[in-house]
């Protein structure tokens, strides 16, 4: 578990996977799909997992299954866009956690080694940190505990923590993981096919090397 001191008390650091859409335009849920021999919401889930975060939760709507290694979040308006899951999955982590590295399901090159550098700029101080991509904040997302409250009410529609970033963007860290990460996702069967080529090249060693 990835904890942080604060008096006598170590912290622990969850993991959240948005994982509920439909993915309308892939004409099918993103969670289910496999890449490389592995559903997008299990690998999302042992991303975070093996960057150091503990819980990890996934939020589910438009598919419910089971992912081991995460407890499952229903998301009942999950309809309504990203912004619901995101609200959800902050009201579901435990009292305890004092930061939080935000996953989308379907960006599979979004890697551990990016999810560590997140949680060591924390280690460092940070109370918000963001992975970059060419001078661009992206994903994954890691916030501290008291910024939730004004990331969840600026979370609205299909957008989640970029409102925030924004807003607030003199309080977040930018974190460079060009090297190691990327962010692009999966939107349309051409991209499936794309990230399947991919990651079935190079297998898990080129996502990771990324």
């Not at 004409?27 to 289910?32: H, L, S, Y």
């Not at 963001?130 to 994954?140: C, F």
Request: proline share 6%.
């Amino acid at each position: 578990m990835t904890t942080r001191e604060h008096g006598a008390v170590r912290l622990p650091i969850a993991g959240l996977l948005l994982a509920a859409g439909r993915g309308s335009r892939l004409g099918r849920p993103k969670a289910t799909v496999e890449v490389a021999g592995e559903r997008l919401a299990d690998r999302g889930v042992r991303v975070l997992r093996e960057g150091g975060c503990v819980p990890v939760h996934v939020v589910l709507g438009a598919e419910s299954i089971a992912v081991e290694g995460a407890a499952e979040v229903n998301n009942p308006g999950w309809e309504s866009g990203m912004g619901s899951s995101l609200r959800r999955g902050l009201e579901a982590l435990p009292e305890e956690v004092d930061a939080v590295v935000i996953a989308l399901a379907d960006q599979p090159l979004v890697t551990s080694a990016a999810v560590k550098r997140l949680i060591a700029a924390y280690a460092d101080g940070a109370r918000a940190a963001a992975a970059t991509y060419s001078g661009n904040p992206r994903n994954p997302v890691l916030l501290g505990r008291e910024h939730w409250p004004t990331v969840h009410a600026l979370a609205e529609g299909d957008v989640g923590a970029r409102p925030f970033l924004r807003a607030y963007s003199h309080l977040v860290t930018t974190v460079a993981c060009d090297d190691v990460a990327s962010p692009d996702d999966i939107d349309t069967p051409e991209d499936l096919e794309r990230m399947r080529s991919l990651l079935t090249l190079g297998g898990d060693g080129l996502a990771e090397a990324y």
